[in-house]
């Protein structure tokens, strides 16, 4: 096997990254207190998923693609979107992402190689796959990722598209991020692999790819599995599902309400719903984020100056985000019906 | 009487039905995953199951079990997840009667949220009744307050067809009067929420309180609107409109639904085949734009009908 581990200034990139994801989103959280209104409907949030998204991004290169689901901040923040102009797309401005026709679980950057988002459960897996297609017939060895949730996997869409996929080999890398509930259920009570078992992985062997396991909280972990992958793929050999197991830190999305009730961030499932304190705190205590600085810093790649210095500044570019985001002006009413049609 | 939201409402009319028939059953996503849920608790995990996220399986499960003599009530949460199942609400469900020669029967209810303008973007907005009511052998409730809610649910349950039963979630938390113990609505039965003789207005779920405001508005001005609510849109209670357009001579539809895509753009044309003559007036719609519901709030406003808009039609109308 031909891929290194990454090095040092690679693992500073990565904390980088994931201090950047939980930091975004901690603001996106916050604005509901601090600014209540400005966010409207409904947003997700990748907090415990941080390593796993940018350990797979990190083999991410120029031409590549990236599809995902409502859950979307982290990707393109990764892939190096303008964080001012994410956060001005979830406050609706004439500055976002997407015009602010899109918000928060629809985010697209197709300059940075982030091509779609749905907000439909499974929907954007064949989207990967389509767009696994025309990069296998532009053979430059580009490679498509699939990001999705352990949820999806029991949509049609997922079954119908890891069989085209493998029986095509697209070169596309599935990344199911398996963080134990969808919603408010628990996975063992809708998926009959789990409800045996048995990891999702498993899935891959009806589609005739590999189906690997992988800790989602250690992103060198993750940088070796979806290294494989991606590798995999490029060489025109197929596609790969990764199962990565992660911790969603936050509940679902915020609290699902009319307007004139004010919406917030309600306690995590595990809590509210199931009365299991101990298996969320224990998730806090393994929080991937405090834990790869910690990693960095025993291991001299980083001084603890340092990573407060890293922090600091990523505090410091997500507070100008905010600010970006909160003085963009609304957009122009005649943009409402401009994107129909091309 | 008793008060209460209008989500408290369409469970107390599924309540009302599991209570009285031990066929119903009651299952989607995210529902009934602890013990103590107030639906599994009564009527046990024979009858009230948690799924996956797997809409086709879902509901396809549901043509097969009302096909063997249960009624199925399906809880989608969002419309457009049907739309991930949509051979199996439009394809499936309502053919099997017919081409079985009536043979078979399937009772079954899809229980969905819609029409959620607060900022929920593209794919979870959507006004999606006029897409349903054109498919023969499906049945549309689109209720619009706290008592139809209870009632319709019930009729729905009852009814031997598939429903599509379209609760607005704007309207969730809104109040209302509903009736205690058993309470049906017959479905194909409008109602008129307030009388005129001026113009009859026309609007189904969250659009009946901004009708009806446009209307006191107009009321101000002399202008009486006759404001009416189909309730059920397959079947639509023609006759009730009708009536009300010999009185009025104008008519004014309102639909959240984009106009190509409206229930108003049927209704409109029914009006126009058996009353061209009693008409005074072109008939007016106000819908939603033609487009895909945007996030940004002046946006979104922008796109869906509003009193004023309303308003302004009815004095087009009357012009």
């Known amino acids: ?342 | 009487m008793a008060q209460m939201p209008y989500i408290a409402a369409i469970d107390a009319g599924i309540h009302q039905e599991m209570r009285r028939d031990p066929a119903v059953l009651y299952f989607g996503q995210n529902l009934a995953t602890t013990e103590n849920h107030e639906f599994l608790a009564a009527y046990g995990a024979d009858r009230v199951r948690v799924t996956p996220i797997s809409e086709t399986a879902e509901i396809g499960i549901a043509v097969g079990a009302a096909m063997a003599g249960l009624r199925p009530v399906v809880e989608l949460y969002m419309a457009e997840f049907m739309l991930v199942a949509m051979d199996q609400v439009i394809n499936e469900a309502p053919r099997m009667r017919y081409m079985s020669g009536g043979q078979v029967k399937v009772p079954l209810v899809l229980k969905a949220g819609y029409g959620f303008a607060c900022g929920w973007a593209g794919q979870h907005t959507g006004s999606l009744a006029a897409l349903f009511m054109g498919v023969p052998g499906l049945k549309v409730a689109v209720p619009a307050t706290a008592a139809d809610a209870k009632g319709l649910m019930a009729t729905a349950i009852r009814d031997d067809n598939p429903v599509v039963f379209l609760h607005h979630y704007l309207l969730t938390l809104e109040q209302g009067e509903v009736p205690e113990g058993e309470y049906l609505v017959p479905f194909g039965k409008a109602e008129v929420r307030r009388r005129g003789s001026d113009v009859t207005l026309v609007a189904t779920g969250w659009m009946v309180s901004r009708a009806l405001a446009a209307a006191e508005q107009l009321a101000a001005e002399g202008i009486e609107a006759e404001v009416i609510d189909p309730r059920t849109v397959a079947p639509l209670d023609l006759e009730t409109l009708l009536t009300s357009v010999d009185k009025t001579g104008r008519v004014v539809l309102v639909d959240q639904a984009p106009r190509h895509a409206s229930v108003s753009a049927l209704i409109a044309a029914d009006i126009a085949e058996h009353r061209f003559k009693a008409l005074r007036a072109p008939i007016v719609q106000v819908t939603a734009a033609d487009t895909t519901v945007p996030y940004s709030e002046p946006l979104e406003a922008h796109v869906i009908p509003d009193t004023a808009r309303i308003a302004a039609a009815v004095r087009q109308a009357l012009r």
């Open chain 1, 1 to 342: 096997m031909s891929l290194q581990p990454p090095d040092a200034a690679q693992r500073i990139w990565m904390l980088t990254q994931m201090l950047r994801i939980r930091t975004f989103e901690e603001r996106v959280k916050r604005t509901f207190t601090d600014h209540p209104g400005v966010i409207r409907g409904h947003t997700h949030l990748a907090d415990g998923a941080e390593a796993s998204i940018v350990g797979a991004l990190s083999h991410f290169r120029a031409g590549d693609a990236v599809l995902a689901t409502y859950r979307c901040h982290g990707y393109p923040l990764t892939l190096g979107s303008d964080p001012g102009a994410m956060m001005a797309e979830i406050y609706g401005r004439a500055d976002g992402l997407c015009k602010g026709l899109g918000g928060s679980m629809h985010l697209t950057d197709v300059r940075h190689g982030f091509l779609g988002t749905s907000g439909i459960v499974g929907a954007g897996i064949p989207h990967a796959a389509g767009a696994a297609w025309a990069a296998q017939i532009r053979r430059r060895g580009e490679v498509v990722f699939s990001f999705f949730g352990d949820g999806a996997s029991k949509q049609g869409a997922f079954h119908e598209t890891l069989n085209i996929a493998s029986l095509w080999k697209l070169p596309v890398v599935f990344v199911m991020e398996n963080n134990g509930y969808n919603v408010v259920t628990t996975t063992s009570q809708e998926d009959a692999s789990a409800a045996a078992g048995e990891p999702l992985a498993v899935k891959a062997r009806a589609h005739a790819m590999p189906g690997v396991t992988v800790d989602g909280t250690d992103p060198l972990a993750v940088h070796a599995v979806v290294g494989e992958a991606v590798e995999r793929a490029r060489a025109g050999r197929g596609p790969t599902l990764v199962e990565s197991k992660v911790y969603r830190l936050s509940a679902h999305g915020n609290i699902i309400a009319p307007p004139g009730v004010p919406l917030h961030y309600p306690e995590h499932e595990a809590i509210a719903v199931f009365g299991k304190r101990a298996e969320y705190e224990a998730a806090l205590r393994g929080d991937p984020v405090p834990r790869w600085r910690g990693v960095l810093v025993q291991n001299g790649m980083l001084t603890p100056a340092g990573a407060d210095e890293l922090t600091a500044r990523v505090l410091e570019e997500m507070e100008r985000a905010v600010s970006f985001a909160l003085a963009s002006p609304f957009p122009d009413t005649a943009c409402a019906l401009q994107y129909n049609y091309a």
